[in-house]
C-alpha cells in the first residue's frame, strides 16, 4: 500500500512566521501535490511536482512556495503566514500523470491554524 | 465560480437503502470524473471514476451516472452500509489539463442503523 507521509497532524503558527508543512510517499511516485482544503470549498490545488526540482503553479499558488529536492519528499512552504491560511493542507501522490489509471494517493492532512 | 457543485452539504441514509449523492459541473470540456470518499482524521481515497464516453460505471455497491446533456453526475451506493459515513467529494479535469482536478465541497453521508 502506498503511504504519504505528512508530518505534522497539527500546527499553530503565528501571523509573519515562516512555515514548512512536508510530505514523504514511499512508493516511488513522480507526481506528488499540494491541496488546501476549506469548509465550501473542496480541494484546491496549490502546487504540483513532476519531478525533482520541478513544479507547476496550481490554481491558489500565492502566498506558498514548494521544494522537491529528493524524490519522495515535497515540502509547502508558507513565506510568511497569514490569517487566511489557516486551513486543512493535503499532499498527494500518483506515479504517472495518466488520469485514467493513477489515483491520487492522499496523507492525513496537516490542519494549521495562523493566529 | 465553482464548476463543480455538490449541493447537498449533508445526507442521511437508512442501513440499507439506496444512497444518491449528486454532482453538478458547468464545464463542458469535463471530460473525466472521479468521486473520492473522506473519513475523518484521513486523507480522501479514490472511490470510482467515469469517463465522458460512457455514462454508467459499476464496481460492487458502487455505481456512478453520467449524464453529459444535464451536466450531472451521481453516485449511488446499494446498499448502504455503516461503513459508508464518510464525506464524498466529486471532481472533475480536461483532457491535457496536467492532472488538474476541479473538486466539489463535498457531501457528508450519514448511515443510520
Known amino acids: 500500500d502506498v503511504k504519504v507521509t505528512q508530518s505534522s497532524r497539527y500546527l499553530v503558527k503565528r501571523t509573519g512566521e515562516k512555515v514548512f508543512l512536508e510530505c514523504v510517499q514511499d512508493?516511488?511516485?513522480?507526481?506528488m501535490f499540494w491541496y488546501r482544503q476549506d469548509p465550501g470549498l473542496g480541494l484546491r490545488l496549490i502546487y504540483f511536482s513532476y519531478d525533482v526540482k520541478m513544479k507547476e503553479k496550481g490554481d491558489i499558488p500565492e502566498g506558498y512556495s514548494v521544494s522537491r529536492e529528493k524524490k519522495e519528499r515535497f515540502s509547502l512552504i508558507l513565506e510568511s503566514a497569514s490569517t487566511n491560511q489557516t486551513s486543512m493542507y493535503l499532499c498527494?501522490?500518483?506515479?504517472?500523470?495518466?488520469?485514467?489509471?493513477?489515483?491520487?494517493?492522499f496523507g492525513n492532512g496537516t490542519r494549521l491554524t495562523v493566529t | 465560480d465553482q464548476q463543480v457543485k455538490q449541493n447537498s452539504p449533508s445526507l442521511s441514509v437508512q442501513e440499507g437503502r439506496i444512497s444518491i449523492l449528486n454532482c453538478d459541473y458547468t464545464?463542458?470540456?469535463?471530460?473525466?470524473f472521479l468521486w473520492y470518499k473522506k473519513y475523518p482524521a484521513e486523507g480522501p481515497t479514490f472511490l470510482i471514476s467515469?469517463?465522458?464516453i460512457k455514462d454508467k460505471n459499476e464496481d460492487g455497491r458502487f455505481t456512478v451516472f453520467l449524464n453529459k446533456s444535464a451536466k450531472h453526475l451521481s453516485l449511488h451506493i446499494v446498499p448502504s452500509q455503516p461503513g459508508d459515513s464518510a464525506v464524498y467529494f466529486c471532481?472533475?479535469?480536461?483532457?491535457?489539463?496536467?492532472?488538474?482536478?476541479?473538486w466539489g465541497a463535498g457531501t457528508k453521508l450519514i448511515i443510520k442503523p
Open positions: 467515469i469517463s465522458s
Open positions: 471532481a472533475a479535469s480536461v483532457a491535457d489539463s496536467n492532472y488538474q482536478l476541479i
Open positions: 498527494a501522490s500518483t506515479i504517472t500523470m495518466d488520469r485514467f489509471n493513477s489515483p491520487l494517493h
Open positions: 512508493m516511488d511516485h513522480e507526481n
Open positions: 464545464n463542458s470540456m469535463f471530460d473525466y
